[in-house]
């Protein structure tokens, strides 16, 4: 993909901050999987990390009347002012609010439940476990785009998604080790329930991914993501 008027290659905006460190895994990701001899081989990046948007989590389900989709909006349109052509959230809670944010910006703006499902269908799962934020099940983002796409899913229980919001933001969020044993219980539950790959769809989850080493049985959404966003960006993955 060109930018028509200068030739330049397509620069990558990331609406980050949602949180801040899963936006700082993003970017290596995106640096670590794309195929590059040369630092002119990686692909053209802009980041915009407002820690400061309110939770989405929060306002979804109406813990909160501050509305993060009008940060998300300034975001996309600071990026898309200093030359993004294409945007990503690596967040997936945040996606919520995506067809809104999309009909206010006049680029691609790629949507990580999508990728993420769609990737599922290709690899030919037929029941999906979902792991999230409460607000992204709450909000039906995931069971939506696999009706879509005709998978049958899973979600935990209400006890063990209590448990993963306490993983999600009394851990992660603060920068606190994971349990491996409550995260292993509430995965199980969704193993014993028949499904044939589990959704890290919060990417704080993507973080426990690295640091517990969890196998390919988790599909990780922000990898999902990255993978998406080379290729957008006319680049090649790295194999």
């Not at 990728?115 to 099940?137: C, D, H, P, Y």
């Amino acid at each position: 993909m060109q930018i028509s008027d200068n030739n330049f290659p397509a620069m990558l905006g990331i609406i980050g901050g949602l949180g801040p460190m899963s936006t700082v895994y993003f970017y290596e990701l995106l640096t670590s999987m794309t195929l590059a001899e040369t630092d002119q081989d990686h692909i053209d990046i802009v980041i915009s990390s407002r820690a400061s948007t309110p939770d989405r989590t929060a306002f979804i389900l109406g813990e909160s009347d501050k509305n993060p989709l009008d940060y998300m909006i300034e975001d996309a349109h600071r990026l898309i002012r200093y030359g993004a052509d294409i945007l990503a959230i690596p967040c997936n809670t945040a996606h919520y609010f995506y067809d809104q944010l999309a009909e206010s910006v006049d680029v691609p703006l790629l949507n990580i439940i999508y990728e993420t499902v769609a990737f599922l269908k290709k690899e030919g799962v037929e029941r999906a476990g979902i792991l999230a934020t409460s607000g992204t099940i709450q909000s039906h983002t995931y069971q939506l785009m696999c009706d879509r796409f005709g998978i049958e899913y899973k979600i935990p229980s209400d006890k063990n998604q209590q448990r993963l919001s306490n993983i999600i933001y009394g851990s992660v969020k603060r920068g606190k080790p994971t349990d491996p044993i409550a995260f292993a219980e509430i995965a199980n539950e969704l193993k014993n329930a028949g499904c044939d790959r589990i959704i890290l769809g919060c990417t704080e989850l993507s973080l426990i991914k690295r640091q517990v080493h969890l196998d390919d049985f988790f599909a990780d959404s922000l990898d999902i993501l990255a993978r998406s966003a080379i290729r957008a960006c006319g680049k090649k993955i790295r194999s």
